[in-house]
């Protein structure tokens, strides 16, 4: 047959963005070359991030959104260095892309991966392997509010930063929580709000929530406020399949996640625009950790297996699962970075996981 060819915006960033980018654009196309010619990417890398700010006092140029568009996927790094403000880095790339393109659903698999020791002892005897999904276009990170508000005497400056929810957007989130709980081994959903303080945007999440479980009555449910939610993820993670939170609970919940599988460095995820509107992204969920950049042994396995959600999203569900098995088989093998203990480097693990690709 013709080789399908998907074209990939690769926008590596900054600091260890650039490392492990690298890192799994030669483990996907290592699996590219081994699928026989059934499917091939096509990269093009675009230089934006912090330098790119101190060229031109832009994250990324003007017309950077039009040029994503024609892309099948964008495979993303991380932004943020120590010479850009980090909400001028965030909000100049990684939000523009996510808000500009409708990525409303945002998924962050908690993996447990054998031979990575997990901080929960449970993890020892106990079958761990939970999704947070995150609300990717409104919330908290609506950008809404502003500085120098309505200062009085003896207040100083005061700022108003308003989390904004609508009901098409919680709606549209919860379903596809739910229709990703179906496909999963325990059909259950957990929604995570701070409805008892928060008495406008979370209370109508909980109705919301409430509403759309109605048109599924075969999947498990439950509501559970946030501050039990981080309790929960380290008492009775056994106890979770699906959990949905809004964009800064589920931020905050899916790092934490991470940890508890052994490293932020391990956790991938997927910024989708279910519709096909426009182009996903797929990026790790740490960011650029200027604290071991450079030194080649930032952990590539959370941009590898965002490498993977980017196959499975677009049609090569087999590629997928050979590359996360690959991955199992190294951190099994005991090819791990440091920051799980091991003593690898970023591109030992790189080749180990191509050596057993298959
Ligand atoms: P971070 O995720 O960059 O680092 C937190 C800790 O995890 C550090 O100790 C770091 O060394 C470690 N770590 C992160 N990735 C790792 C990897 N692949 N292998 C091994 N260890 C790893 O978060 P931090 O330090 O809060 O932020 C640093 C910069 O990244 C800031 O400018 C921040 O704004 C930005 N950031 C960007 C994100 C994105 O682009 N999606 C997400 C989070 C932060
Ligand atoms: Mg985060």
């Avoid at 939970?130 to 502003?146: I, K, L, M």
């Avoid at 569900?317 to 050979?322: H, I, K, N, Q, V």
Wanted: with cysteine; glycine share 10%; aromatic share 8%.
């Amino acid at each position: 047959g013709t080789t399908v060819r998907h074209r990939i915006a690769a926008v590596p960033a900054d600091g260890v963005g650039t490392e492990v980018v690298a890192a799994g654009r030669r483990v996907l196309d290592a699996l590219a070359e081994r699928s026989g010619g059934a499917f091939a990417l096509d990269w093009t890398e675009l230089d934006w991030g912090s330098d790119h700010y101190a060229r031109t006092g832009l994250m990324m140029p003007e017309d950077g959104l039009e040029t994503l568009r024609g892309f099948d996927a964008i495979y993303f790094g991380a932004v943020g260095w120590p010479t850009v403000p980090d909400h001028v880095s965030l909000w100049g790339l990684r939000l523009k892309v996510c808000q500009g393109f409708d990525q409303w659903a945002n998924v962050r698999p908690v993996t447990f991966y054998p031979g990575v020791t997990s901080p929960l002892r449970k993890a020892d005897d106990t079958e761990l392997d939970w999704v947070v999904v995150r609300e990717n276009s409104e919330g908290e990170y609506a950008g809404f509010g502003g500085q120098n508000f309505g200062a009085r005497e003896g207040t100083g400056q005061v700022a108003v930063q308003s989390a904004v929810f609508t009901e098409t957007g919680c709606e549209r989130i919860i379903r596809f929580a739910f229709d990703l709980a179906r496909t999963r081994s325990r059909a259950k959903v957990s929604s995570v709000t701070k409805s008892n303080a928060q008495q406008y945007g979370m209370v109508l999440w909980d109705q919301v929530f409430a509403a759309v479980a109605a048109d599924y009555p075969d999947v498990e449910t439950e509501s559970v406020l946030v501050d039990a939610m981080s309790a929960k993820f380290v008492l009775r993670p056994e106890d979770l399949s699906v959990v949905v939170a809004s964009n800064l609970q589920a931020d905050i919940l899916s790092d934490l996640g991470s940890a508890l599988a052994g490293s932020l460095g391990l956790a991938s995820s997927a910024n989708l625009n279910p519709e096909g509107r426009f182009p996903s992204m797929f990026e790790p969920v740490h960011g650029s950790a200027p604290d071991i950049a450079g030194q080649g042994v930032a952990n590539p396995v959370g941009a590898i297996e965002s490498g993977a959600l980017m196959l499975e999203h677009l049609g090569l569900p087999e590629a997928a699962r050979t590359l996360h098995a690959a991955v199992e088989r190294t951190l099994a093998d005991g090819v791990m970075t440091r920051d799980v203990g091991g003593t690898a480097s970023t591109d030992e693990v790189v080749e180990a996981i191509v050596a057993r690709l298959g």
